[in-house]
């Protein structure tokens, strides 16, 4: 089965830090995606990729920015964290059918 | 911007019944549509597809699409409690295309 690996698992950052979530897939999958997911607004988009170089913005960009800089990996960047931005991330890779997804990282901004 | 909406929130069902899960979407020009299940602590995984009007059925889990309507479903026959999840419903313009998700239904299949 596909692999999607997102690191850290668990993050608690401060209001204002700086922070990097990270994903890699070794499915050689052109598109990849960062979802939040939140009780009752259940996954929601904020930036994907088609490719090393590429990103666009999904329905929720507003505050993150994501860099692809391999086919391999795509990172979510939290420049100026603040706690509206507490949630569950899931890092998805997808070629031409299902989307593979990671298992989580699940960030506390304090 | 696309819009996903599935209904019921929650669903609960005996073992042995039927689910019946729902979901609608806005834009006209949608052509992939999956289903995908998130057991607790996991992150989803896709169950099935559907990209034709009509039934599609692999083994106790159908799905039923009608474009015209942008409207999809899925039915689980013979709910287990293993399947006890949250399920999403995914929609795409084209497989190389940003994917929208709907909010999710609960099911709970009571032994």
């Known amino acids: 089965e596909a692999a999607v690996t997102q690191s850290p698992r668990n993050k608690v950052a401060v209001t204002g830090g700086k922070v990097t979530l990270s994903c890699n897939q070794t499915?050689?999958?052109?598109?990849m995606y960062w979802y939040r997911q939140d009780t009752g607004h259940g996954l929601r988009l904020i930036h994907y990729?088609?490719?090393?170089?590429?990103?666009e913005k999904g329905d929720i960009p507003d505050g993150y920015k994501a860099s692809r800089p391999s086919q391999e990996n795509f990172s979510l960047i939290l420049e100026l964290a603040t706690p509206s931005q507490t949630s569950v991330y899931f890092c998805?890779?997808?070629?031409?059918?299902?989307?593979?997804f990671g298992h989580g990282t699940k960030l506390s901004v304090l | 911007q696309q819009k996903v909406q599935q209904s019921p929130e929650s669903l609960i069902v005996p073992e042995g019944g039927m689910a019946s899960l729902n979901c609608t979407f806005s834009?006209?020009?949608?052509?992939y549509f999956w289903w995908y299940r998130q057991h607790s602590g996991e992150g989803p995984k896709a169950l099935m597809?559907?990209?034709?009007?009509g039934d599609k059925k692999e083994g106790r889990f159908t799905a039923h699409l009608n474009k015209a309507s942008l409207y999809v479903s899925l039915h689980i026959k013979d709910s287990q409690p293993s399947d006890s999840a949250l399920y999403f419903c995914?929609?795409?313009?084209?497989?190389?295309?940003?994917?929208?998700f709907g909010k999710g239904t609960h099911l709970h299949v009571l032994p």
């Open positions: 597809s559907i990209f034709s009007n």
């Open positions: 990729s088609y490719g090393a170089g590429s990103t």
């Open positions: 995914a929609v795409s313009r084209t497989n190389a295309y940003k994917v929208i």
């Open positions: 834009d006209r020009n949608s052509q």
């Open positions: 998805a890779s997808g070629g031409t059918e299902r989307l593979f």
């Open positions: 499915n050689n999958h052109n598109n």
